[in-house]
């Protein structure tokens, strides 16, 4: 399911638990095939074949770039709702859409909350952190959010990267 109401950091957790269960049926795979082919054809094969699974699906194959983007998208929704549910306990459960359901990545049930969510390499990559403070900004939410995980950013709010927006941005990176 594409759609989580999460109220507890242990509800959060079990999410991150899906996630590492299916990375590791992803990396045994990988293994097999590191093991078989050589390497052309093994980052072929990891670019166009269904050598990964679905991060919340094990047994649903998956091409394997996809599922490393999907995996660290929804480790960052992961974290940004545990950080929700400790600021703001009386808004919980938060649904969090992991995938391409419309509306907010996560969002309280009573619409006072909004906030979207990424992983990218750079926080201007595909322009991802200016679209989603634009579409966070758009919303009718008082509390408004944008989490991410980015190589080289440490965890914490970012002041530098907000703008006028009334939107607080933050780091969910390691």
Not at 81 to 94: A, G, R, Y
Not at 129 to 158: E, H, M, W
């Amino acid at each position: 399911m594409k759609i989580r109401h999460i109220g507890t950091p242990e509800e959060a957790n079990a999410l991150v638990a899906e996630l590492s269960k299916s990375a590791s049926h992803a990396v045994e795979q990988l293994k097999a095939l590191i093991h078989e082919q050589e390497g052309l054809q093994v980052l072929e094969n990891i670019k166009f074949q269904r050598i990964g699974c679905d991060p919340l699906d094990a047994g649903r194959p998956l091409n394997l770039m996809e599922q490393v983007n999907q995996t660290f998208t929804y480790l960052a929704s992961a974290k940004a709702v545990k950080q929700l549910i400790e600021w703001h306990p009386t808004l919980v459960p938060f649904i969090v859409n992991l995938g391409t359901a419309p509306g907010s990545d996560i969002a309280s049930a009573n619409g006072e909350l909004a906030a979207e969510v990424f992983a990218a390499v750079s926080t201007s990559s595909n322009r991802k952190l200016a679209n989603d403070l634009n579409k966070v900004s758009q919303t009718s939410a008082t509390l408004k959010y944008v989490f991410f995980i980015c190589p080289g950013i440490g965890p914490g709010r970012q002041l530098k990267l907000e703008r006028n927006s009334g939107v607080e941005v933050w780091s969910v990176s390691q």
